[in-house]
Nanobody, 113 residues
Framework: VQLQASGGGLVQAGGSLRLSCAAS????????MGWYRQAPGKQRELVAD???????NYDDSVKGRFTISRDYAKNTVYLQMNSLKPEDTAVYYC????????WGQGTQVTVSS
């Protein structure tokens, strides 16, 4: 499975961004997809994930601000990020669990104060 992430950028605090992760195969067969992030000097951490059955999971730090969703027609997973904070600044990585783990390239999100 190849994953192509896009949508990062520079935004002011309080702003919004939408990340996209396009998969090279039907996402209906992918058990779990999600987004991780890694800030400078920190470990990679889970932001949100969504199962093939539509069950979603969010890190406490993003609950109420971020929304993960799947578009089966486009084989794409989205991460809508609202009310962004400087502490959301990180490289965001798309992830898929299909027999094994797959990672997309990172996309930089920078939130200025």
């Amino acid at each position: 499975v190849q994953l192509q992430a896009s949508g990062g950028g520079l935004v002011q605090a309080g702003g919004s961004l939408r990340l996209s992760c396009a998969a090279s195969r039907s996402i209906g067969s992918i058990i779990l997809m999600g987004w991780y992030r890694q800030a400078p000097g920190k470990q990679r951490e889970l932001v949100a994930d969504i199962s093939s059955g539509g069950v979603v999971n969010y890190d406490d730090s993003v609950k109420g601000r971020f929304t993960i969703s799947r578009d089966y027609a486009k084989n794409t997973v989205y991460l809508q990020m609202n009310s962004l904070k400087p502490e959301d600044t990180a490289v965001y990585y798309c992830y898929a669990n299909y027999r094994k783990s797959y990672w997309g390239q990172g996309t930089q999100v920078t939130v200025s104060s």
